[in-house]
């Protein structure tokens, strides 16, 4: 990875990110989260953490194995060399289903869960939420998009672009965000908006287990995981996991996935 993509990476997500913290503080959706002295110390820990491994375990992770697909003519998109703008859309789709079947994967098998539910077990919706991730699954999941980036043979760019969206996407789903019901309603035919992605957020198993995309909204309809609005109301409804009602240091985060009790 070059310094110029680093920088491009680091810049839109500091800068996506502090964008999102200052719409999220001047139009909340909901009440104040609860405890953020508590939450956001942890959930910043935590992407300090799972950045440092990556780079230690994984080296440039994605963006480095297309590069190494692009120099050996390896992976579907090296063969067919389709146009530029072909490809960015084929690697685009195909690697935002790879993170939803992989996010399925996360609830459906209980070893993956105990990883995942340091995500959902915070009690509070905002944009460090999407910070909140353990480092094994953070590896996991990266592991997974490498390998599909090496049998794609994706270009470097589409790479970079699908990663920069990705973590944008991300942050701006979890954003304790108001948006007018009309404006949201249009958005998420398109993207995954913050009403769409909190009822995945809901104490309720049930509605924890709907809304899994992360940027694209169509897979949930597809597959039929798609809920629009949670039982209790945005403004009423409890978020988080009942096993885990307080928000943990990074520590504890940490070794969360050792504890028993489902959380679900």
């Not at 993509?5 to 999220?24: D, Y």
């Not at 080296?59 to 067919?80: D, K, S, T």
């Not at 460090?128 to 592991?143: D, Q, V, W, Y």
């Not at 995945?200 to 809304?211: A, F, G, K, V």
């Amino acid at each position: 990875m070059t310094d110029a993509e680093t920088l491009v990476r680091l810049g839109a997500f500091l800068g996506i990110g502090v964008l999102l913290l200052a719409a999220e503080a001047a139009w909340p959706r909901r009440a104040t989260p609860p405890s953020r002295r508590q939450r956001w110390p942890a959930n910043i820990g935590l992407v300090v953490v799972d950045t440092l491994l990556l780079r230690l375990l994984l080296g440039a992770g994605a963006v480095g194995v297309a590069y190494w697909a692009q120099a050996h003519g390896i992976g579907l998109l090296q063969a067919l060399a389709w146009p530029a703008w072909i490809e960015l859309g084929f690697a685009l789709l195909v690697l935002d289903l790879l993170i939803y079947a992989q996010h399925r994967l996360m609830h459906a098998l209980p070893p993956l869960w105990r990883l995942h539910r340091v995500h959902h077990s915070d009690p509070g919706f905002d944009v460090t939420t999407a910070l909140r991730f353990h480092p094994l699954e953070i590896l996991l999941s990266m592991g997974l998009k490498m390998g599909a980036v090496a049998a794609l043979g994706a270009p470097v760019w589409a790479v970079v672009c699908f990663e920069v969206l990705l973590n944008a996407t991300s942050m701006f789903n979890h954003a304790n965000l108001d948006l007018s019901l009309r404006t949201d309603r249009w958005l998420r035919r398109v993207v995954v908006t913050p009403d769409m992605h909190r009822v995945h957020h809901s104490i309720h198993r049930d509605e924890t287990d709907s809304n899994f995309g992360f940027s694209l909204p169509w897979w949930d309809h597809l597959f039929g995981s798609y809920r629009a609005q949670p039982r209790e109301g945005h403004d009423s409804m409890r978020i988080g996991l009942e096993a885990f009602p307080r928000p943990g240091g990074l520590l504890r985060l940490v070794a969360q996935p050792l504890q028993r009790g489902d959380g679900g």
